[in-house]
Nanobody, 115 residues
Framework: QVQLVESGGGLVQPGGSLRLSCAAS????????MAWYRQAPGKQRELVAT???????NYVDSVKGRFTLSRDSAKNTVYLQMNSLKPEDTAVYYC?????????WGQGTQVTVSS
């Protein structure tokens, strides 16, 4: 059964940090570029960052220098370290394959940045 399970979200003050985790099924994780996406209230889901099977990461401009994406092949897990968080980072964060996400998304993890 294909699974994507995100965790690690929460409420944090501006400037704070969070580390998100995504445990993925081997069938999804092993041979695919993985990505984090986010969806803010009233907005479409957007790409945040990607990481190849070789560990090469890319980021959208709005998070460059603040977020770090990594993957652990032994655990079939991808991580998103988020530093210097801003209120505009508030969203539900999801992981999935890239560029073609698996059709069934996980439940996501809520990140709220607020004072």
């Amino acid at each position: 059964q294909v699974q994507l399970v995100e965790s690690g979200g929460g409420l944090v003050q501006p400037g704070g940090s969070l580390r998100l985790s995504c445990a993925a099924s081997v069938s999804i994780f092993r041979f695919n570029t993985m990505a984090w996406y986010r969806q803010a209230p009233g907005k479409q889901r957007e790409l945040v960052a990607t990481v190849t099977t070789g560990g090469s990461a890319n980021y959208v401009d709005s998070v460059k220098g603040r977020f770090t994406l990594s993957r652990d092949s032994a655990k079939n897990t991808v991580y998103l370290q988020m530093n210097s968080l801003k209120p505009e980072d508030t969203a539900v964060y999801y992981c999935n394959m890239y560029p073609r996400p698996y059709g069934s998304w996980g439940q996501g993890t809520q990140v709220t940045v607020s004072s």
